[in-house]
């Protein structure tokens, strides 16, 4: 069974509530019940290049930090962390064993390189150095792999696990888990810094603490899980199962004292826990942040928001962009219509036929005489998704892709009928039947397939038989085969 410790981050990670504006008796008195509760690692807030605020876990030099831990308990660790670039490590005074003992820092895929140079620096200034990959989830097995040989030759105190999106489920925890305990150098720390999305924190921390290695574990928590959104793994609640399972360790009452004294004013006027929109951000694998955008535009509901999310290009999702989920809302939004009217004459063309949908894959092509013999046998009405056969011409265009309507632009006029999300509402005439986007999106990264989104409208006009052809997969360029 692996050696744990807990690393509390109630006045770093908790700070984002509040803004990190705990009041200075309070971060004492956070810090005191802390050291008298057991915990082995505490965390008094973020260091930042920046005017220090007395009274706010935000630092902008470790000796800011001194009167807070003095008299330094032994046995208990102090640390700080630095998102990479929030301040330059030669502007920290060396290690005095006066103020902090490590430093955590936090950096991107992209930024690693510059993190091992700060993570370098840092460990000459004599700190205990915990290097922690934001997303680390985002990371390919090749990936992780490259980034662990690298820390086994630079021998930091700690590497971490860093469930950014809240999105580890049992299985995927302990494959990640193997793969960094069986490269990672034995002497190194394995942390686990998890978000409570799903509600998985605690027990994935159970699972790890149930494992079978010499690793030494760290479990970040924070008490009553305070933290952005739905929150972190709760202190106390790690630190009880400790006691009843593996051996008395901890002290329960001063961290139901920090909730009871500190927390509990904060809670009730901006709450933290499971809520709807932070599990979206996690089922669709996407950062934290672009929930909490659209949720506090208070003009979405849960569907809407889903299907924002659903449609964040697959490598925007690890990282908040405020301008790309913007766009995606504006959009979503010019493009809310009222369809039934045009359903509804739609459901009167398709009434008593069975339909043909023809799509632009090389099937189409390859099987073309058995789709000529269903079109003599069974006349039915064709509808072509996103291009123009040459034969036969289609009873209905479906369009729902700018992209190829730039390609049918010149065509579509000699059209009997044609049919288009309401996306395309400005580049097409009043006559097109006109349909709802929102309303025909499905899950995931493909949710706006035409082919999908076209048989979703079929469904609601009420079409009793469909045949397909064509529909070899989807492909970012159609034409290509």
């Known amino acids: 069974m692996s050696r744990a410790a807990i690393l509390d981050c109630t006045l770093r990670d908790g700070g984002y509530i509040n803004e990190w504006q705990f009041g200075d008796k309070q971060i004492y008195g956070i810090i005191s019940r802390l050291v008298a509760s057991g915990v082995d690692i505490i965390e008094c807030g973020f260091l930042r290049d920046e005017a220090y605020e007395k009274g706010r876990s935000v630092f902008s030099c470790v000796s800011q930090i001194k009167p807070y831990i003095a008299p330094k308990k032994e046995g208990v660790q102090y640390v700080a962390m630095i998102a990479l670039g929030d301040i330059a490590p030669e502007k920290l005074l060396p290690y005095d064993g006066g103020s902090i003992d490590g430093i955590r820092l936090t950096f991107h895929k992209h930024e690693w390189e510059s993190a091992k140079k700060a993570a370098t620096q840092l460990m000459e200034k004599g700190y205990r150095v915990f290097v922690q990959p934001v997303g680390t989830t985002s990371y390919s097995d090749a990936e992780l792999l490259q980034l662990i040989e690298e820390i086994n030759l630079l021998q930091p105190f700690a590497f971490y696990l860093v469930d950014t999106l809240g999105i580890l489920y049992r299985n995927e925890l302990l494959r990640l888990f193997y793969l960094i305990d069986h490269n990672l150098a034995p002497q190194i720390k394995v942390g686990l810094h998890s978000h409570n999305n799903l509600q998985l924190s605690f027990s994935n921390a159970q699972e790890l603490l149930r494992m079978n290695s010499r690793r030494d574990i760290i479990l970040d928590a924070s008490v009553y899980g305070m933290g952005r959104g739905v929150g972190n793994l709760s202190t106390e609640l790690i630190a009880e199962y400790i006691n009843v399972n593996i051996g008395q360790k901890y002290s329960i009452m001063p961290l139901l004292s920090i909730a009871d004294q500190y927390l509990m004013s904060i809670y009730s006027e901006q709450r933290w826990g499971y809520d709807l929109p932070y599990f979206l951000s996690a089922a669709e ?142 580049e097409l005439p009043k006559s097109v039947y006109f349909v709802n986007y929102a309303s025909y999106l499905g899950e995931g990264r493909a949710a706006d397939n035409a082919g999908a989104m076209l048989i979703r409208l079929l469904r609601k006009a009420g079409a009793a038989k469909v045949a397909l052809a064509g529909f070899d997969g989807f492909d970012a360029d159609p034409y290509s085969n």
């Open 285 to 426: 694998k996407c950062h934290p942040n672009y929930a909490s955008y659209l949720l506090k535009k208070e003009t979405l509901n849960m569907e809407d928001i889903s299907k924002i999310l659903s449609l964040l290009p697959a490598g925007e999702r690890d990282l908040y962009h405020s301008e790309l989920i913007e766009e995606h809302y504006l959009t979503f939004q010019s493009c809310q219509i009222d369809d039934r009217g045009a359903v509804s004459s739609l459901a009167e063309r398709l009434r008593g036929k069975n339909v043909l949908v023809l799509a632009p894959g090389a099937a189409l092509h390859t099987h073309w005489r058995q789709v000529q013999e269903y079109i003599g046998r069974e006349k039915p009405l064709v509808i072509a998704v996103n291009f123009i056969p040459e034969e036969p011409v289609p009873d209905i265009l479906f369009i729902s892709n700018r992209k190829r309507l730039d390609f049918l632009k010149g065509q579509i006029c000699a059209l009997p009928c044609v049919a288009a999300t309401s996306n395309l509402m400005d």
